[in-house]
């Protein structure tokens, strides 16, 4: 009886490497539907910062020493 605790307590950490039910399908350990969550969040930070880069002055050539 031992011995099957013993096996049972090494595998039981294995059952957590997978979800075994299609969910893992995308790239890099999320799922397709979080990678298309997260570009389109990358594509609005993106789009903020082309805006606030547009909004800032370019610096006049003779405030250079």
């Known amino acids: 009886m031992i011995r099957f605790a013993m096996a049972f307590a090494m595998l039981l950490p294995l059952a957590a490497c997978g979800g075994g039910d ?9 799922t397709a539907a ?4 997260l570009n389109r969040a990358a ?14 002055p370019a610096s006049s050539p003779s ?3």
Not at 22 to 30: F, I, K, L, Q, T
Not at 34 to 37: E, F, G, L, W
Request: glycine share 20%.
């Open 43 to 56: 594509a609005r930070v993106d789009a903020q910062g082309e805006v606030a880069n547009d909004a800032v």
């Open 34 to 37: 979080q990678a298309d969550a």
């Open 63 to 65: 405030s250079k020493p």
């Open 22 to 30: 299609g969910e893992g399908d995308g790239v890099g350990g999320v």
